[in-house]
């Protein structure tokens, strides 16, 4: 059923008459008769008596009209739904964030988005980067932060990059030394953050690449209690300098790792081709203002 035939025959009865219904939606007086009698035709009822230059409503044209003003109403408040999720007054932001570093790198953009699109719900999901990888591919959110590198079924913006740290007990002999010899760390035990956060993938390619598999004492993720595990001597573990520097512990040192390869990449990522909300579309755009992109960054899409 044509809504624009709908508008027609609803003028008609707004305004008592084919010709000045005509005048109301633009159009020819012959259009609108054809428009009514195509409905007429559509329903298999007249819808109107004609008496004279009068046009009464029939029974049937009674029921239509009422309902025809309830479905016009429909589509009035859908576009307005429409626009007002265009210009964000409403709508719903689906992020995910991993529970390394986001307190830093996000709780500025939150409070900017917050600030400029009140209306916006933010729907947040916690874990590790594997994990939001998957949920988001599966179409579960909108964005992810993540580590670098991704696959190709991602693009993605460069928010910070940071060198690994390994975190040795203060008393241990290369904690002491200041330098790290890679191939030390195969003595000691790992303590590795819970299966899904792709840190663990940097930490075992680095292992692989100087050729051993590391013993694993624990896993958490729980920065503070990884921090203090380290302390009380279990092994070692590992962090970005950003993260590591916001948690100090006396009976802990940092160390760099030293190796390009393990550097701490986070990006926020989103399907390649996919569908970006406005919502989300917005969330990057504040991502541009405070995190400028690289010239390997992957652009976004616009419309």
């Keep these: 059923m044509d809504l624009r035939v709908l508008r027609a025959f609803v003028e008609v009865v707004r305004q008592g008459g084919f010709s000045q219904a005509a005048k109301v939606v633009f159009a020819t007086q012959s259009t609108v008769s054809k428009a009514v009698r195509r409905l007429e035709d559509e329903i298999g009822a007249p819808l109107f008596d ?5 046009a009464v409503l029939t029974e049937t ?18 576009l307005a739904e429409i626009e007002e999720l265009r210009g964000l007054k409403r709508g719903t932001l689906r992020l995910g964030l991993p529970r390394i570093g986001s307190s830093t790198l996000f709780a500025p953009l939150f409070a900017r988005y917050r600030n ?15 994990r939001l990888e998957e949920i988001l591919l599966a179409g579960e959110i909108d964005l992810a932060a993540s580590l670098l590198p991704v696959s190709d079924d991602f693009e993605w913006q460069s928010v910070r990059v940071e060198p690994l740290m390994a975190l040795l007990p203060a008393r241990h002999a290369l904690a002491a030394s200041g330098h790290l010899v890679p191939e030390a760390l195969q003595e000691l035990p790992f303590i590795l953050f819970e299966s899904g956060f792709g840190l663990n993938r940097i930490i075992l390619d680095f292992c692989q690449r100087h050729g051993f598999t590391p013993a694993i004492a624990a896993r958490s993720s729980q920065i503070d209690f990884i921090v203090g595990l380290v302390a009380a001597g279990l092994g070692v573990a590992f962090l970005p300098r950003m993260i590591a520097d916001q948690t100090p512990h ?11 390869l393990t550097d701490w990449h986070m990006a926020m990522i989103w399907r390649r081709g996919g569908y970006l909300s406005h919502a989300a579309r917005a969330w990057i755009d504040i991502l541009h203002e405070v995190y400028p992109a690289k010239p390997e960054s992957a652009p976004i899409g616009r419309d």
């Design 250 to 260: 006396d009976g802990v040192r940092a160390i760099a790792l030293q190796d390009p």
């Design 116 to 130: 400029l699109y009140p209306g916006v719900e933010v729907r947040l999901i916690e874990s590790g980067s594997d």
């Design 50 to 54: 004609r008496l004279g230059h009068r």
């Design 61 to 78: 044209g009674d029921v239509v009209y009422r309902r025809a003003l309830r479905i016009l109403a429909e589509r009035d408040d859908l």
